[in-house]
């Protein structure tokens, strides 16, 4: 019989279960703020509430079809300027936005026929066409998160997740009521989704059609710790005390 540690979480001292206790809630309420952070930036991406992987791909991907301004003079603003002037700005936008052609050539037609709506003066809650700026961000192809913010976010990622589940992993280690298959896959699931998970975002931005891994890893992620979480807290606090030696036979050779 193999050398074994007669440790479980049933039987801890209240206050080691209280320490544990401690950091598993706090971990968890930390979890939930991500995902409402998640919620409000990426979920947002397509403009509509919820996540979707639509969100996912305009996040990483980026929205290639085109500029926004592009679009606007395709769609609701394409009735605002003559059919020369509209080309005009179209044209200028495919050629790279430059901005000296713009002051000599573009800016005219801006404030001939779109300031009088895109202005403060107007009251109307759109960009305002006043300030250069506004109008060249709205004339760049949207090409998703940049490398840089990525290698950034990724990083962080990495570390700091890897930490919680080591905590929430050794907590779970203790378990006594999980067969062994079952509690080593789910102590290392959360390790490996997080790497789909990054890696997904890397390859999003390449490919729009990795998105769905991002939702696989997350996913995934988030179901190991849900996992962990539960069945730790039962057994600190609902399971009846096991005395240390106690091996289950069946569960736990
Ligand atoms: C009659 C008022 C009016 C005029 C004139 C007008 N717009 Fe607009 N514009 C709007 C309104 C209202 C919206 C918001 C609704 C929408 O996006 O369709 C908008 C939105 C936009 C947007 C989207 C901005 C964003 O970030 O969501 C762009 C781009 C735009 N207009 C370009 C133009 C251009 C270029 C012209 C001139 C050729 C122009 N508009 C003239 C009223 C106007």
Redesign the pocket.
Known sequence: MPLQHHLNLSSQGTSIKMLFTGYLTVVAIGYMMALVQILFTHGMADGKFGLSIDDIVYSYYGKRSGS??ES??NG??KV??PEAE?LK?IQWVKKGADKDVYQTEIKP??NK??V???SPASG?P??D?TKDEEVFK?AEVDTGASFSSLTRVSHIHLFGIAFIFMFVGLIFSLASGVPKVLKATVIVMPYLFLIIDILSWWLTKLNPMFAWLTILGGGAMALSFAFMWVVSMYEMWIMPRRHPDYRDALLDE
């Open positions: 926004i301004l606007k003079l609701s603003m605002m300027a509209r700005i037609i801006i026929r779109c009088m709506c895109h109307m759109v960009p066409w709205r």
